[in-house]
């Protein structure tokens, strides 16, 4: 799957998101390894700390299913905005990348970009960091 067909996935789940506080519709397509596609989009809460960015509700309903690594995400917000994942995000991401992970964010119908793990998250504290 490429780029543009999972940012479309991920400009579909944007408009599920439930956001009544922020109004920030925020929504993320994951490929997984086995070539699975999860989408998701932010939810809020009125306590802040129970919401859930968009990125990781599409990564945890990946890894829900079984599968352990995740290729590919996608992000987009409203037109004229660029993406940018949250540091909480980028963790979650660190977790589950293969070592080929690719991260695209949109910030218009057309534009994206494409970043590796290590671009968005130098020197990251991955699982093999506790083996002993």
């Known amino acids: 799957m490429d780029a543009r ?7 579909v789940e944007r408009h599920k998101a439930y956001c009544p506080y922020s109004n920030y519709q925020v929504g993320a397509a994951v490929l997984s ?5 999860f989408g998701g989009c932010n939810i809020e809460n009125c306590n802040y700390g129970g919401s859930v960015c968009a990125e990781r509700v599409a990564i945890l309903k990946c890894i829900s299913t079984g599968a352990r690594k995740i290729k590919k995400l996608a992000v987009v917000i409203e037109e004229g905005r660029q993406a940018k994942p949250c540091g909480f995000c980028r963790q979650v991401m660190a977790e589950f990348a293969t070592p ?33």
């Open 33 to 37: 390894e086995s070539g699975e596609v």
């Open 5 to 11: 067909e999972l940012l479309g996935i991920a400009r």
């Open 100 to 132: 080929d992970f690719e991260l695209i964010l949109a910030w218009d119908n057309e534009e994206y970009i494409v970043l590796t793990l290590d671009e968005i998250l130098p020197f990251a504290f991955k699982p093999d960091d506790l083996e002993m």
